[in-house]
């Protein structure tokens, strides 16, 4: 993916110019494989250009793992409560693929779109922790990763496991299996039964996406294997049938090579986009979660604060000694209740803003998509057509003689 920026300017000032317009790029590049046996992994240069005067300089280069990324992504979405955090790619612990190159190759440019979409995010990135994510030296990377506590603390695959959990169980309150307290909120209920079914549709689109990849990967080394045998047909023929085979095999081999690259076109521009709306549904799913827990807690201590006036009523009407410290604990329960409704109105309203981007961006990329899709099975259909074409009139002229 070509790096994305933050207000870009056509100017030829200086990137430090006050007068040039502000922006961050970031990409992902040359990632390399670290170490060996169970130890191995693969690292990835991170490279920043911006003018923005909270970095440290105009360009800066650091060297991140997937564990970095990891980091960066479970702090945004602790701190940043109503934003959609954007998805990571799922970690392969299959020790043939995960080194293979294509799948390196996969978890870069799904990497390099998740940085790039906090980057551009008018309030993700503005973010201390992708400040230092993108900054930072090795040491002083490894030192955050290992002084986290609470939910960061958590290995990156139970951290996985607490979202799946959350989205099964908003799963269930959607359909009807469990019934705690929730929000009657039409418009949010709609915008609930839409994500799940999105999710449901993407999945069956990437499903069928992954059969396409496979069925070219197929049809190519099918059409390689019967160049070969060709080949082998025409080098027994010593005439003109023998020279027609020895065509026939090599065109074989020549679309072969051309639907192992459409394949892999496919992959990477229809494929993986997709898959990457699936994961960027389950992360608005999350926090759907995070709604339902702060309108729970909001509900929960609004009646706690009714609870503890009526007790306040007696204590008053009783004239207990009690009544001091029961007055401080009502004041300390009205705050968090306050802040409580506060936390969740704010969850609301950021919730509201992006959906509504979620939107836009989701129509470009996924009409970029089925674009690439479609200009690329114009272009296989028309290769394989032309190199069949070519061989007629020596077919024909062998089979009238």
Same mark, same amino acid.
């Given at each position: 993916m070509i790096a994305q920026q933050i207000s870009l300017s056509g100017s030829s000032q200086s990137p430090r110019s006050p007068s040039a317009q502000p922006f961050l790029s970031v990409s992902v590049t040359d990632p390399a494989k670290m170490g060996t046996g169970v130890q191995a992994y693969i690292s990835y240069k991170v490279i920043t250009k911006t003018n923005l005067p909270e970095y440290q300089g105009p360009e800066k280069i650091v060297i991140r793992r997937y564990s970095d990324f990891v980091w960066? &992504?479970?702090?945004?979405?602790?701190?940043?409560?109503?934003?959609?955090?954007?998805?990571?790619?799922? !970690?392969?612990?299959?020790e043939k693929f995960r080194f293979s190159a294509e799948f390196i190759e996969m978890r870069r440019q799904a990497l390099d779109i998740f940085v790039n979409r906090i980057a551009s995010h008018h309030e993700l990135q503005q973010s201390e922790d992708l400040r230092t994510f993108l900054q930072a030296d090795e040491q002083t990377m490894e030192r955050a990763r290992s002084q986290e506590t609470g939910?960061? !603390?958590?290995?990156?695959? /139970?951290?996985?496991? $607490?979202?799946?959990?959350?989205?099964?169980?908003?799963?269930? =309150?959607?359909?009807?299996?469990?019934?705690?307290?929730?929000?009657?909120?039409?418009?949010?209920?709609?915008?609930?039964?839409? $994500?799940?079914?999105?999710?449901?549709?993407? %999945?069956?689109?990437?499903?069928?996406?992954?059969? *396409?990849? !496979?069925?070219?990967?197929e049809l190519g080394q099918s059409l390689s294997d019967f160049g070969k045998a060709v080949n082998l047909l025409g080098a027994c023929e010593g005439?003109?049938?023998?020279?027609?085979?020895?065509?026939?095999?090599?065109?074989?081999? $020549? *679309?072969?090579?051309?639907?192992?690259?459409?394949?892999?076109?496919?992959?990477?521009?229809?494929?993986?986009?997709?898959? /990457?709306? =699936? &994961? %960027?549904?389950?992360?608005? !799913? %999350?926090? $759907?979660?995070?709604?339902?827990? %702060?309108?729970?807690?909001q509900c929960e201590l609004a009646e706690t604060i009714k609870l503890k006036e009526i007790d306040l009523d007696r204590h008053r009407v009783t004239r207990s000694e009690k009544l001091p410290e029961a007055e401080r604990d009502y004041e300390v329960l009205k705050a968090d209740s306050e802040e409580a409704t506060r936390r969740f109105e704010t969850i609301v309203k950021l919730m509201n803003e992006e959906i509504v981007r979620f939107q836009e961006q989701k129509t470009i990329d996924i009409g970029i998509a089925f674009h690439e899709f479609a200009k690329g099975q114009a272009r296989l259909a028309n290769g394989i057509a032309e190199a069949w074409r070519s061989l007629l009139p020596k077919l024909d002229a062998c089979s009238s003689s």
């Open positions: 960066l &992504r479970d702090r945004l979405f602790e701190r940043y409560r109503g934003i959609f955090i954007p998805p990571l790619p799922e !970690k392969n612990t299959v939910i960061f !603390k958590q290995k990156p695959m /139970d951290l996985m496991q $607490i979202f799946k959990d959350v989205q099964s169980k908003v799963s269930d =309150v959607v359909l009807g299996k469990e019934k705690p307290v929730e929000e009657v909120n039409p418009e949010y209920e709609k915008l609930k039964h839409y $994500i799940f079914e999105l999710e449901d549709h993407l %999945a069956e689109a990437q499903k069928h996406a992954y059969r *396409l990849v !496979k069925r070219h990967r005439n003109a049938l023998g020279k027609v085979f020895s065509e026939l095999g090599a065109k074989s081999e $020549i *679309l072969s090579i051309k639907l192992q690259k459409e394949a892999h076109h496919l992959l990477m521009n229809f494929e993986e986009p997709l898959k /990457d709306y =699936v &994961r %960027a549904v389950q992360s608005i !799913k %999350a926090t $759907i979660a995070e709604r339902a827990n %702060a309108f729970r807690q």
